[in-house]
């Protein structure tokens, strides 16, 4: 749909040249960078006085409210001007104002007009998809994309009418909070094809906006656009009266054709229900049917939730590169990374963001526009205070008091750094560093799911849930156990996949079973969770009532000790101990010890046998392994290289031999393929 057509006029006109004054009076903008001694200038060369007026205004609210930055991209603004007030001067030489002929007339006079002089070449841009591919697409010309915004701006002073009764509604002039970190302010209509639908659209949005926030009207406003494109395809001449039961059993399969997954399907449908119940109830819209039109049953079901934590083989990968990111970029990712911020709160921290208490403590202060209101978290981590300082400094030194951000946007000083451009330049930098995960696919990095991982940290860690949402300012305890529970499924994935191999030996090597009910995964993990009087290797199969054990030697020669799969790499070290110390009592002729570690090394050699052969005989396909074992090596290295930084040397060595062990674990089954 077309814009609707805005009226212009002499007085108008008279008010916008009345907002220029001083510099933006003048025929031409001399601006220079800072720091370099590059100069450029606008030129307003116009014949139309009034036409001239138009182009300053626009150009002169677009750097006065910081949509463009007259430091940034002046070269390539002042030759598109330049060619614009060229066109100007030959097609439209005594126009009174550029609102005298539609956008779509200027569109095509201009594009003419560049043909015309060879400066209209094709062009293509490289966008990345969510594949993490990336697909070339035809690029618009510089200079055409100008015009457009300079008539937009022109277009938009010029309109009279209340800010609700226009098609396309600027969120800042109605009054309502804007998120600074996000791309846009406006809410669209004009794809709204019918007119009835867009009144009704209106109508409801306005109502919503007094309930919830812009984004979920600009996400509201969205299926409704859906279901107009419906309407114009499968039934145009339907109007409010008609909509009924068969319309949408209609609409639910035209959304099945389209391809859309069955998450953008199930908020297409829960949405478009509640625009029509709430604009026939609420708004008392006669003309709308008042019964249920879709029911819970039309709704696809909900894909189970994939893990939003980042895998651990791909934090591997973005630790082992992270120096090559942008420096502002990495800063970035560095906070995120240990605080666990929202991204739109990093986007918005301010300046003066860091705070010491009075023991000179850290601390990182930030404000929440979800909750609207002031956040404090302490900084434990010397590598965050050290980039968020090194970042203070370089915006001080480029901009001095005039920028309020720690990260500002790259157009102006004055807005905060966009959300958006943050995930589009980490998954570049993702591709081009081919960072995927354990199935060698490419990742794509989502902004929200570093807040995951740091919660999952914490989780695992041990530090309790009280304290992590205190850390999140979470609004219940039941937000914070969402990563208690993912910690409980990954418990629960691992003792299935030894479960499935699992076998139980006594001191004969003779399987022992137990009653499956206790054997049962929910029994398991409660198990694993109260951490009760469990052996550190092995159960005890001796009865409680029998009292305290006092049996010589502990576990390793005792006929109630049981030993399972998973405690085979424990039972191969204390084998090659207890080799280790009967060839040093031969060596100075011990008999006791000599006899004490060879019924150790038979015990534990029958257990050994017993377990490597149900082991063998249960074994995983090559590839299953060898994924399995490579995602255990890259788990290794990293705890590995995390210990060497903390100074732990016993850990260290633990994991080196780990890793060592993993390695050749990895060569061996890799020879048999």
Same mark, same amino acid.
């Given at each position: 749909?077309?814009?609707?057509?805005?009226?212009?006029?002499?007085?108008?006109? +008279?008010? #916008?040249?009345? +907002?220029?004054?001083?510099?933006?009076?003048?025929?031409?903008?001399?601006? +220079?960078?800072?720091?370099?001694?590059?100069?450029?200038?606008?030129?307003?060369?116009?014949?139309?006085?009034?036409?001239?007026?138009?182009?300053?205004?626009?150009?002169?609210?677009?750097?006065?409210?910081?949509?463009?930055? #007259?430091?940034?991209?002046?070269?390539?603004?002042?030759?598109?001007?330049? !060619?614009?007030?060229?066109?100007?001067?030959?097609?439209?030489?005594? !126009?009174?104002?550029?609102?005298?002929?539609?956008?779509?007339?200027?569109?095509?006079? @201009?594009?003419?007009?560049?043909?015309?002089?060879?400066?209209?070449?094709?062009?293509?841009?490289?966008?990345?998809?969510?594949?993490?591919?990336?697909?070339?697409?035809?690029?618009?010309?510089?200079?055409?994309?100008?015009?457009?915004?300079?008539?937009?701006?022109?277009?938009?002073?010029?309109?009279? &009418?209340?800010?609700?009764?226009?098609?396309?509604?600027?969120?800042?002039?109605? /009054?309502?909070?804007?998120?600074?970190?996000?791309?846009?302010?406006?809410?669209?209509?004009?794809?709204?094809?019918?007119?009835?639908?867009?009144?009704?659209?209106?109508?409801?949005?306005?109502?919503?906006?007094?309930?919830? /926030?812009?984004?979920?009207?600009?996400?509201?406003?969205?299926?409704?656009?859906?279901?107009? +494109?419906? @309407?114009?395809?499968?039934?145009?001449?339907?109007?409010?009266?008609?909509?009924?039961?068969?319309?949408?059993?209609?609409?639910?399969?035209?959304?099945?054709?389209?391809?859309?997954?069955?998450?953008?399907?199930?908020?297409?449908?829960?949405?478009?229900?509640?625009?029509?119940?709430?604009?026939?109830? =609420?708004? =008392?819209?006669?003309?709308?049917?008042?019964?249920?039109?879709?029911?819970?049953?039309?709704?696809?079901?909900?894909?189970?939730?994939?893990?939003?934590?980042?895998?651990?083989?791909?934090?591997?990968?973005?630790?082992?590169?992270?120096?090559?990111?942008?420096?502002?970029?990495?800063?970035?990712?560095?906070?995120?990374?240990?605080?666990?911020?929202?991204?739109?709160?990093?986007?918005?921290?301010? @300046?003066?963001? #860091?705070?010491?208490?009075?023991?000179?403590?850290?601390?990182?202060?930030?404000?929440?526009?979800?909750?609207?209101?002031?956040?404090?978290?302490?900084?434990?981590?010397?590598?965050?205070?050290?980039?968020?300082?090194?970042?203070? =400094?370089?915006?001080?030194? &480029?901009?001095?008091?005039?920028?309020?951000? #720690?990260?500002? %946007?790259?157009?102006?000083?004055?807005?905060?750094?966009?959300?958006?451009?943050?995930?589009?330049?980490?998954?570049?930098?993702?591709?081009?560093?081919?960072?995927?995960?354990?199935?060698?696919? @490419?990742? &794509?990095?989502?902004?929200?799911?570093?807040?995951?991982?740091?919660?999952?940290?914490?989780?695992?860690?041990?530090?309790?849930?009280?304290?992590?949402?205190?850390?999140?300012?979470?609004?219940?305890?039941?937000?914070?156990?969402?990563?208690?529970?993912?910690?409980?499924?990954?418990?629960?994935?691992?003792?299935?996949?030894?479960?499935?191999?699992?076998?139980?030996?006594?001191?004969?090597?003779?399987?022992?079973?137990?009653?499956?009910?206790?054997?049962?995964?929910?029994?398991?993990?409660?198990?694993?969770?109260? &951490?009760?009087?469990?052996?550190?290797?092995?159960?005890?199969?001796?009865?409680?009532?029998?009292?305290?054990?006092?049996?010589?030697?502990?576990?390793?020669?005792?006929?109630?000790?049981?030993?399972?799969?998973?405690?085979?790499?424990?039972?191969?070290?204390?084998?090659?101990?207890?080799?280790?110390?009967?060839?040093?009592?031969?060596?100075?002729?011990?008999?006791?010890?000599?006899?004490?570690?060879?019924?150790?090394?038979?015990?534990?050699?029958?257990?050994?046998?017993?377990? =490597?052969?149900? %082991?063998?005989?249960?074994?995983?396909?090559?590839?299953?392994?060898?994924?399995?074992?490579?995602?255990?090596?890259?788990?290794?290295?990293?705890?590995?290289?995390?210990?060497?930084?903390?100074?732990?040397?016993?850990?260290?060595?633990?994991?080196?031999?780990?890793?060592?062990?993993?390695?050749?674990?990895?060569?061996?089954?890799?020879?048999?393929?």
């Amino acid at each position: 749909m077309k814009p609707e057509p805005v009226s212009w006029s002499l007085t108008k006109q +008279q008010q #916008l040249q009345e +907002q220029l004054v001083g510099m933006w009076a003048e025929d031409v903008w001399s601006v +220079q960078r800072k720091r370099r001694a590059q100069r450029s200038e606008l030129r307003f060369a116009l014949r139309s006085p009034s036409v001239k007026t138009e182009l300053k205004y626009a150009l002169w609210w677009h750097f006065t409210y910081g949509q463009r930055d #007259l430091e940034k991209c002046q070269p390539a603004l002042c030759s598109a001007v330049t !060619c614009i007030v060229e066109w100007l001067n030959q097609t439209a030489p005594t !126009c009174g104002s550029l609102l005298e002929k539609g956008l779509d007339h200027w569109d095509w006079s @201009l594009r003419s007009y560049l043909v015309a002089h060879g400066r209209l070449r094709p062009r293509t841009t490289k966008f990345l998809l969510a594949t993490q591919t990336y697909k070339d697409y035809p690029a618009e010309n510089y200079i055409i994309k100008t015009f457009r915004w300079i008539y937009a701006t022109i277009r938009e002073a010029y309109d009279d &009418r209340p800010e609700m009764e226009r098609d396309i509604w600027n969120l800042r002039k109605l /009054g309502y909070a804007v998120t600074l970190t996000k791309t846009s302010y406006l809410l669209n209509f004009t794809p709204i094809v019918q007119s009835w639908l867009r009144q009704l659209a209106k109508d409801f949005i306005h109502y919503n906006l007094a309930l919830h /926030g812009t984004e979920d009207c600009r996400q509201k406003i969205v299926s409704i656009r859906r279901f107009s +494109q419906f @309407l114009v395809e499968q039934a145009p001449p339907v109007q409010s009266w008609q909509i009924n039961r068969a319309l949408m059993v209609k609409y639910i399969g035209y959304l099945s054709a389209s391809g859309c997954s069955e998450q953008e399907r199930h908020r297409a449908l829960v949405q478009l229900r509640l625009f029509l119940e709430i604009s026939a109830h =609420q708004l =008392q819209k006669e003309a709308l049917p008042r019964e249920r039109l879709i029911f819970d049953e039309d709704l696809p079901r909900r894909p189970e939730p994939l893990p939003r934590e980042i895998p651990e083989e791909v934090l591997a990968q973005l630790r082992e590169h992270l120096e090559s990111l942008p420096t502002t970029l990495l800063r970035m990712v560095v906070i995120l990374l240990e605080c666990g911020l929202r991204i739109g709160e990093l986007c918005s921290l301010s @300046l003066d963001c #860091l705070m010491r208490d009075d023991k000179q403590d850290w601390y990182l202060r930030l404000y929440q526009s979800k909750k609207k209101q002031d956040h404090v978290i302490p900084l434990v981590n010397e590598t965050v205070v050290g980039a968020i300082q090194a970042q203070q =400094q370089e915006i001080k030194a &480029r901009w001095g008091t005039s920028c309020a951000y #720690l990260f500002p %946007s790259i157009q102006s000083p004055q807005l905060p750094f966009k959300r958006p451009y943050f995930t589009h330049r980490l998954n570049m930098w993702a591709v081009e560093h081919q960072i995927a995960d354990r199935t060698g696919k @490419l990742y &794509r990095f989502q902004s929200h799911q570093f807040r995951h991982t740091v919660g999952m940290r914490l989780i695992n860690d041990g530090v309790p849930l009280d304290t992590i949402s205190r850390l999140f300012n979470h609004d219940s305890l039941a937000m914070t156990q969402r990563y208690a529970r993912k910690r409980a499924a990954k418990v629960r994935e691992e003792l299935e996949r030894v479960h499935r191999q699992r076998k139980t030996v006594n001191y004969q090597g003779e399987s022992v079973t137990g009653d499956p009910r206790a054997n049962d995964l929910d029994a398991q993990m409660i198990r694993k969770g109260v &951490r009760g009087q469990t052996l550190a290797v092995g159960g005890c199969g001796r009865l409680v009532v029998l009292g305290e054990c006092n049996y010589a030697n502990k576990c390793l020669t005792c006929p109630m000790w049981l030993t399972s799969t998973e405690d085979l790499p424990a039972l191969k070290s204390f084998s090659e101990r207890a080799i280790h110390l009967q060839q040093r009592a031969t060596e100075v002729g011990n008999q006791f010890v000599i006899q004490q570690q060879g019924r150790i090394i038979t015990n534990l050699a029958l257990r050994i046998n017993s377990l =490597q052969e149900h %082991s063998e005989g249960t074994s995983q396909s090559h590839d299953e392994l060898l994924a399995q074992l490579r995602a255990d090596l890259m788990e290794a290295e990293s705890g590995l290289e995390e210990a060497q930084e903390a100074g732990l040397r016993l850990s260290a060595k633990q994991l080196e031999r780990t890793v060592l062990d993993l390695r050749a674990r990895i060569a061996a089954v890799e020879e048999t393929t």
